[in-house]
């Protein structure tokens, strides 16, 4: 694989009707049609909306099949190098983190989302080559933060969480690019040891209730797993690859959450952000035409942190999750139409073989 030119791969989720929809009785508006999608207008049944993408998953998608599409793809594409990003966009309620983080428990795991099958998969696929080569060497290190009300918090480190206000500054590295200042990097050697820390940092993250989810993911979350190989035969051979899992705090009408107060001041900000990436999103489609505009990734935090997973050294793929009920038409459209403009962006990822040389002094 070298320097490929790729689009944002776009995946569409519908989970099926919560429990207040149900009770509602609320009309489903959200049919499958091959790699497409069609959504009704309960208002109007004549002003039909048909999407195509690169994968669509119903309601009765399970999990694994959510693994095979979307986040088996990335690790092998973080095996060979590759930078790789997964982010979750949707409404509060969609079923980001159901997705990303799943459920624990259930029969031999099922529940399980993206990305503790992504840790488990990870280390397999470590020993596999391990032992098949021993001349092959690998370095895990992650790190997981959050953006919480456009300040960044190490959601890896106690003290950090305690001081809440002192946030962590966002650098860019001439190789290593995009990075948070004093973040904690932790070295992982088993599905285990990265599990606790990624139940630590989920166990800090900012939630709070509002009246589409109980417990809603109030911050937008990057895990980021680096994988340092070294081949100890052929140098050159050795790669890095930093696969970023994010999970992006629910998009939201202020009516329709019944926010008040500090849930209000965070609605504020995800907004913010939230059209930061837009805009973002826009100026990239124009690129992708050809046409010379200025991308604002400064415009956020979150923008700058996702710089290089939408315009930069990244594979990247995108899952929008959405309510198939008719009273979330007008954010399942704005979900859609959203997820619909990413799939024009191109992606120029470079197989990071400068990177891992640096990174090698931190293997020594
Ligand atoms: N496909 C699905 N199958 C079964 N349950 C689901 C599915 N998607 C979501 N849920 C359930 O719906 C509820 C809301 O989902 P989740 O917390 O993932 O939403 P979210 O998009 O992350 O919301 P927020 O932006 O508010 O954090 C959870 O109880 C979750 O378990």
Redesign the pocket.
């Known amino acids: 694989m070298s320097n490929p030119v790729e689009n944002i791969r776009v995946a569409i989720?519908?989970?099926?009707f919560?429990e207040k929809e149900r009770k509602a009785g609320d009309k489903c508006i959200f049919s499958v049609e091959n790699e497409g999608v069609c959504l009704v207008n309960p208002e109007n049944p004549t002003d039909v909306h048909r999407f195509g993408f690169d994968h669509v998953?119903g309601?009765e998608?399970q999990?694994h099949e959510l693994w095979d599409q979307v986040g088996k793809p990335a690790l092998d594409k973080a095996f060979a190098g590759f930078n790789t990003t997964i982010f979750?966009y949707?409404?509060?309620?969609?079923?980001?983190?159901?997705?990303?983080?799943?459920?624990q428990g259930g029969a031999d795991g099922e529940?399980a989302g993206i990305i503790p099958r992504m840790n488990e998969a990870l280390f397999a696929r470590v020993g596999a080559e391990t032992a098949a080569n021993p001349d092959i060497h690998f370095l895990v290190t992650c790190s997981y933060f959050e953006i919480y009300n456009e300040v960044v918090y190490d959601l890896l480190d106690p003290d950090n969480r305690k001081n809440k206000g002192a946030g962590l500054e966002i650098r860019e590295h001439t190789v290593l690019g995009i990075y948070v200042k004093g973040l904690q990097e932790m070295v992982v050697d088993t599905p285990k040891k990265l599990q606790a820390l990624i139940d630590q940092g989920m166990a800090s993250r900012t939630?709070g209730s509002?009246a589409?989810?109980?417990?809603?993911?109030?911050s937008h979350s990057v895990l980021s797993v680096k994988l340092h190989q070294r081949d100890a035969s052929d140098a050159a051979r050795s790669t890095f690859a930093k696969l970023n899992l994010v999970?992006?705090?629910?998009?939201?009408r202020q009516k329709s959450t019944g926010a008040a107060g500090a849930r209000l001041r965070e609605g504020a900000n995800i907004n913010k952000s939230l059209s930061a990436l837009g805009n973002v999103i826009n100026a990239l489609v124009e690129v992708a035409k050809g046409r010379k505009v200025f991308v604002p990734y400064r415009n956020s935090k979150l923008t700058r942190v996702l710089q290089e997973s939408l315009g930069g050294n990244s594979l990247t793929a995108m899952l929008a999750?959405v309510s198939p009920a008719a009273c979330n038409f007008a954010e399942t459209l704005s979900t859609l139409q959203y997820a619909s403009r990413a799939k024009a962006i191109q992606l120029r990822a470079v197989k990071n073989e400068e990177a891992s040389q640096v990174c090698m002094h931190m293997m020594k």
Do not use: I, Y
């Open positions: 989720r519908c989970r099926g919560n998953f309601p998608a999990q979750a949707g409404q509060t309620g969609s079923g980001k983190t159901f997705s990303m983080q799943g459920v529940l939630v509002t589409m989810n109980d417990t809603s993911s109030r999970d992006l705090a629910g998009s939201e999750a």
